[in-house]
T-cell receptor, first 111, second 113 residues
Framework: KQEVTQIPAALSVPEGENLVLNCSFTDSAIYNLQWFRQDPGKGLTSLLLIQSSQREQTSGRLNASLDKSSGRSTLYIAASQPGDSATYLCAVRTGGFKTIFGAGTRLFVKA | GAGVSQTPSNKVTEKGKYVELRCDPISGHTALYWYRQSLGQGPEFLIYFQGTGAADDSGLPNDRFFAVRPEGSVSTLKIQRTERGDSAVYLC???????????FGPGTRLTVL
């Protein structure tokens, strides 16, 4: 059974700091991995999608990597800003069409 | 609008009642997903549609939950004999295909009293 874990559960950093969020999964047989952000009381906003054949994806200040063999993904955020404060979720698409989410990392960027 | 929409945004009902939650996916998206999210948790997969058919309904918790997508576009999640434990935010997502980027709607907050 696929399980997705995100560490840390919460993180507080000063503005301008570079930071890394971690996501691990127990079964390496995935089709893709997607990172989302969720603002309080809102739906999810897609950030990056990495297909199983890819190693990383970049969008602006965000870079996500995928290491299937070790069951890990990281989301790197460069030069963090207060507007980056949100919950960040990773999700893996497994065989059988299921998508399994982690519980998320709550990020607070202090001005 | 170009995004996924869900109605209603909030639904309050009494234990034992029947509810329907609606999802309008992005036009042209063949894949549609339903999830539910409890406070402090990530979304929990319920069901996946490819076109009109439910390709994976393994996440539906029991037979009180049912979902349809009769014309391959709009989907309705139906919950019979609601229980207090069904209270959650129900999220819908769509994608161009089953292995593509998922786009989420704002969710429906269901409260069962």
């Amino acid at each position: 059974k696929q399980e997705v874990t995100q560490i840390p559960a919460a993180l507080s950093v000063p503005e301008g700091e570079n930071l890394v969020l971690n996501c691990s999964f127990t079964d390496s047989a995935i089709y893709n991995l997607q990172w989302f952000r969720q603002d309080p009381g809102k739906g999810l906003t897609s950030l990056l999608l990495i297909q199983s054949s890819q190693r990383e994806q970049t969008s602006g200040r965000l870079n996500a990597s995928l290491d299937k063999s070790s069951g890990r993904s990281t989301l790197y955020i460069a030069a963090s800003q207060p507007g980056d404060s949100a919950t960040y979720l990773c999700a893996v698409r497994t065989g059988g069409f299921k998508t399994i989410f982690g519980a998320g990392t709550r990020l607070f960027v202090k001005a | 609008g170009a995004g996924v929409s869900q109605t209603p945004s909030n639904k309050v009902t009494e234990k034992g009642k029947y509810v329907e939650l609606r999802c309008d996916p992005i036009s042209g998206h063949t894949a549609l997903y339903w999830y539910r999210q409890s406070l402090g948790q990530g979304p929990e997969f319920l069901i996946y549609f490819q076109g009109t058919g439910a390709a994976d309904d393994s996440g539906l918790p029991n037979d009180r939950f049912f979902a349809v997508r009769p014309e391959g576009s709009v989907s309705t999640l139906k919950i019979q004999r609601t229980e207090r434990g069904d209270s959650a935010v129900y999220l819908c997502a769509s994608s161009e295909g089953g292995n593509n980027e998922q786009f989420f709607g704002p969710g429906t907050r269901l409260t069962v009293l």
